[in-house]
């Protein structure tokens, strides 16, 4: 059974930064590739960001492009999200996943590339 725990949400005023962490158990982190997705009130969960498994290649939605960094550390099992130059509009619940396929290094954006989920971190960004 794989666990994800995100860890880091808060409130913080627009311009400002936050850093999310996830960490993982039950499996071999090392071999999968990670992701951060985010779901806002009355809309549909939304990709954020993904990394491989070694950590080598990143992927971003364009809205957060230039403003977030997903980053790994495989010894220590964990994932994180740094967030920088917040906006309201970023304020949703933000969840971490864990991608279904081994050593898989494509660019993944849509839930069901993923089969483990956390239980989500709330970021609220005020104007």
Not at 42 to 70: C, H, L, M, P
Not at 82 to 109: G, H, W
């Amino acid at each position: 059974q794989v666990q994800l725990v995100e860890t880091g949400g808060g409130l913080v005023q627009a311009g400002g930064s936050l850093s999310l962490s996830c960490a993982a158990s039950g499996r071999t982190f090392s071999n999968y590739a990670m992701g951060w997705f985010r779901q806002a009130p009355g809309k549909e969960r939304e990709f954020v960001a993904r990394i491989s498994w070694s950590g080598g290649r990143t992927y971003y939605a364009d809205s957060v492009k230039g403003r977030f960094t997903i980053s790994r550390d495989n010894a220590k099992n964990t994932v994180y999200l740094q967030m920088n130059s917040l906006k309201p509009e970023d304020t949703a619940v933000y969840y971490c996943a864990a991608d279904s396929v081994p050593f898989r290094i494509q660019k993944v954006t849509t839930t069901t590339g993923y089969n483990y989920w956390g239980q989500g971190t709330q970021v609220t960004v005020s104007s």
